[in-house]
């Protein structure tokens, strides 16, 4: 019975967790477009040298896209996590309503998070179009080439900094309220408490907030996609992977797998030396 | 001294209020204009019109679409966790050879990237694209989901603060591993079972690209399919959209409430895994 249950689970973790990941990397190799009855051929790499050329537009605008995207949203979220969580990690009721609140966009999910803010960012007659109108400024906003990116990555990190809170948050509160105790006896002053006890001491935390931030702006897209389907500058290469797959009527199954193939060797090229450096940075702190 | 730190504690706190409260607030506010005063003055908010939620409730088809996620959300997440259980048992009594590798093997996948096009080609293969039970057995684990192996992580820990001498006790009973687990395991490792259940329900509640891959019919789209196509066939209808926006939050918003003290516990786990 044991042996029986371990088993199922392990063969539905490796057939819908695993195998995709896999069969992402033959998808990637082949013309696959995901209709039934027609024939799947191999392509060798022709999918990774034509990302390249100059026929697939749309590839080195994801590049960069994706750098800015990735950028932006670490240091934002990780800035503005670790204000909050320095502010709400008490245990007063403010504090513990402002965690509720910081954590409400995760519960909301994507969908309403991204429609909430089409609402007030939209053009006709949302409040941002007033508040903006007032310095004579006009834009569509989520429409506007100039205006999507920087909005788009506000709304990624408005839904995201709530988890990268409480991770702070458990990360100050297991620093022993003792050595504070003791450098306030010794007459430290504040700034020098958080900057030789605080930072070092939060370090693991900082790499667990960094990781997450990276490799989550890297790989989803799920929010671009209620935003602005990639529109207007905000296609990063997750969001272009799905766009060649279900977004046009050529539904480039293989196309896309390979695009997100090559996304997933970006992100392990940059996450793992960042990795690296972090916990080599962990143990120089802490020592 | 005490004066600058008592102001900075007080902007962030007017900082995150205007951040997270206000356009949430807003929304809610939008639903209850009628579109004309909306038109008019988007600022200020009008004598409160509900008729907004009629009207969405009727014209997005909301009912059988919140019942349909409450259908694949619940059920998904109950059998990721149960599966969760019976991995993670053998594995905190270290009752298999390489119990740490495959905890290992299962902790990746915490890490793996959404990537719905192989998931689409599997549904497409295994006949389960379009339908209800496939969409369900896609979202007990799916790259970018990771309920199964969050389940697996959670259980592990709190299994092994299970006594020992319970598992002995129930085996000179001759109690079945099912009902041990059931009637022991279960009750002793209620929160985590919860923390997993909440976080693998959260997720398929709130996927959006899993639901316009694998299914087409417009009867089997859950609440965030339909709340997405209903804003493209209605987008400039303002206030009927933010009505259907808080009809289909309301539930998440409850749920969030109630279950507020577990989100306090996930921040715990977070430090240690910190």
């Known amino acids: 019975m044991m042996w029986g249950g371990l088993l199922l689970g392990v063969v539905v973790y490796v057939l819908f967790g695993i195998v995709p990941m896999v069969g992402n990397v033959i998808i990637s190799f082949t013309d696959y477009t995901g209709l039934p009855g027609e024939a799947v051929h191999n392509l060798g790499f022709s999918n990774y040298t034509s990302m390249f050329s100059t026929e697939a537009p749309g590839f080195d605008p994801a590049i960069v896209a994706t750098l800015v995207f990735v950028v932006a949203v670490t240091l934002g979220q990780n800035v503005l996590a670790l204000l909050f969580a320095h502010k709400l990690k008490g245990s007063g009721k403010f504090a513990a309503a402002g965690r509720l609140l910081v954590f409400l966009p995760i519960a909301l999910g994507v969908t309403v998070v991204g429609l909430v803010w089409i609402l007030i960012f939209n053009s006709q007659e949302g409040p941002m179009t007033s508040f903006f109108g007032l310095f004579g400024v006009h834009s569509a906003f989520f429409g506007a080439d100039n205006w999507a990116m920087p909005l788009v990555i506000l709304v990624q990190i408005w839904q995201n900094v709530g988890f990268s809170t409480l991770v702070f948050i458990g990360g100050l509160r297991a620093i022993d309220p003792a050595l504070y105790e003791a450098a306030a006896m010794d007459g430290v002053r504040a700034w020098q408490r958080l900057r030789r006890i605080t930072f070092p001491l939060l370090a693991p935390s900082v790499t667990v907030n960094v990781m997450l931030a990276v490799v989550g702006a890297f790989t989803t897209y799920n929010l671009i996609y209620v935003l602005t389907d990639g529109q207007y500058g905000t296609q990063t290469l997750g969001m272009l992977s799905y766009n060649v797959a279900f977004g046009s009527f050529e539904a480039n199954l293989g196309y896309g797998a390979a695009v997100s193939v090559l996304l997933f060797l970006i992100t392990l090229v940059v996450a793992l030396p960042m990795l690296f450096l972090l916990r080599r940075r962990e143990r120089r702190l802490i020592g | ?274």
Not at chain 2, 12 to 21: D, E, K, R, S
């Open chain 2, 1 to 274: 001294m005490r004066r600058p730190r008592l102001v900075s504690g007080i902007s962030i706190g007017v900082l995150i209020t205007l951040l997270f409260l206000l356009p949430v607030l807003y929304v809610v506010m939008m639903a209850f204009e009628s579109p004309t005063h909306f038109l008019a003055s988007p600022m200020t908010p009008g004598s409160p019109d509900v008729s907004n939620f009629g009207n969405a409730w009727n014209s997005a088809d909301l009912g059988p679409e919140l019942l349909n996620t409450v259908l694949y959300s619940v059920v998904a997440a109950a059998l990721a966790v149960a599966l969760g259980l019976l991995i993670a048992f053998p594995i905190a009594r270290r009752l298999l050879r390489g119990h740490s590798l495959l905890y290992t093997f299962l902790f990746v996948g915490l890490f793996l990237p959404l990537s719905i096009i192989p998931v689409y080609a599997e549904a497409r293969m295994l006949d389960l694209f379009n339908n209800r039970i496939g969409y369900i057995i896609l979202h007990i684990e799916q790259p970018g989901l990771p309920g199964l192996p969050l389940a697996v992580i959670l259980l592990t820990a709190s299994i092994a603060t299970v006594p020992h001498e319970l598992d002995e006790a129930a085996w000179m009973e001759g109690a079945s591993y099912l009902s041990y687990l059931r009637r022991v395991v279960v009750p002793l490792t209620r929160p985590a079972l919860l923390i997993a259940f909440l976080y693998a329900m959260l997720g398929v509640w709130n996927d959006i690209i899993g639901p316009v891959v694998l299914l087409a019919d417009p009867s089997l789209a859950p609440v965030t399919k339909g709340i997405y196509s209903f804003y493209g066939s209605n987008e400039s209808q303002f206030t009927l959209l933010a009505a259907a926006v808080v009809i289909v939050s309301l539930p998440v918003v409850l749920l969030f409430i109630a279950s507020q003290r577990q989100i306090n516990r996930a921040s715990l786990v977070g430090g240690i895994k910190g």
